[in-house]
């Protein structure tokens, strides 16, 4: 099984999810959200796959989230739009992403992550 996950480094969250990940017997591929940030495409394949609302995909507790005024401008703009708004800068995304050929896990969940990579 092919597993990506897709983190910040200083997020306590990411750290928490990689030492999970670490002690499980996969391999994984590590991104950095910023550094590596998902294309308009990634993101679309994964919204489809994950079968989230599009507003899971958003970090809603973050500076830039708040900073944007993304809560109040979100419910007006178009999927296409929210799309290429994650695709321009990795900080607006939620964060960890845990990747698989058949789950997109958003945030984390210990019990999710040894589920789906057990």
């Known amino acids: 099984m092919k597993v990506l996950f897709i ?64 809560k109040e401008k979100l419910p007006t703009m178009s999927e296409d739009e929210k799309l290429h708004l994650l695709s321009q800068n990795g900080m607006l995304i939620k964060r960890p992403l845990l990747i698989t050929d058949h789950e997109v896990i958003i945030g984390f969940k210990e019990d999710n992550y040894i589920k789906v990579c057990s």
């Not at 990411?14 to 550094?35: G, M, N, Q, W, Y």
Request: glycine share 2%; aromatic share 12%.
């Open 7 to 70: 983190e910040y480094p200083k997020c306590s969250t990411c750290i928490k999810a990689k030492k999970t990940l670490l002690s499980l017997p996969i391999e994984f591929e590590d991104r950095h959200i910023v550094e590596n940030t998902p294309s308009y495409d990634e993101l679309k394949k994964w919204w489809k796959q994950s079968n989230q609302p599009l507003k899971k995909f958003f970090n809603t507790s973050g500076k830039l989230y708040k900073e944007m005024n993304l």
